[in-house]
Nanobody, 122 residues
Framework: QVQLVESGGGLVQPGGSLRLSCTASGSIFSIGAMGWYRQTPGKQRSVVATITSSGTTNYADSVKGRFTITMDNAKNTVYLQMNSLAPEDTAVYSC????????????????WGQGTQVTVSS
């Protein structure tokens, strides 16, 4: 089995910064890509940023220049550095990973973390 465990959410004032972490653990053969998504009540979950194991990144237009996604392949961990946070960034942030398990390396499976709340408010 594979688990994704997130940390780093919380309450921050507008203009502040937070760093989210997500670590994948379990019977992992390889990770293709990891990413962060966010969701607010009444809205669909949307992509924030993604990164492949080779380092290719993509960002939602709304976070470009403010958020940075990085991945530590040795630790199976993805980070999201969020700067210049604004109230509209308030959401539940969830980690996603595309993982091949040791028992079935030919199959790519998507996993989700439990989500972490980020609240930007004065």
């Amino acid at each position: 089995q594979v688990q994704l465990v997130e940390s780093g959410g919380g309450l921050v004032q507008p203009g502040g910064s937070l760093r989210l972490s997500c670590t994948a653990s379990g019977s992992i053969f390889s990770i293709g890509a990891m990413g962060w998504y966010r969701q607010t009540p009444g809205k669909q979950r949307s992509v924030v940023a993604t990164i492949t194991s080779s380092g290719t990144t993509n960002y939602a237009d709304s976070v470009k220049g403010r958020f940075t996604i990085t991945m530590d392949n040795a630790k199976n961990t993805v980070y999201l550095q969020m700067n210049s946070l604004a109230p509209e960034d308030t959401a539940v942030y969830s980690c996603n990973a595309e993982i091949r398990q040791r028992a079935s390396p030919g199959v790519l499976v998507q996993y989700w973390g439990q989500g972490t709340q980020v609240t930007v408010s004065s």
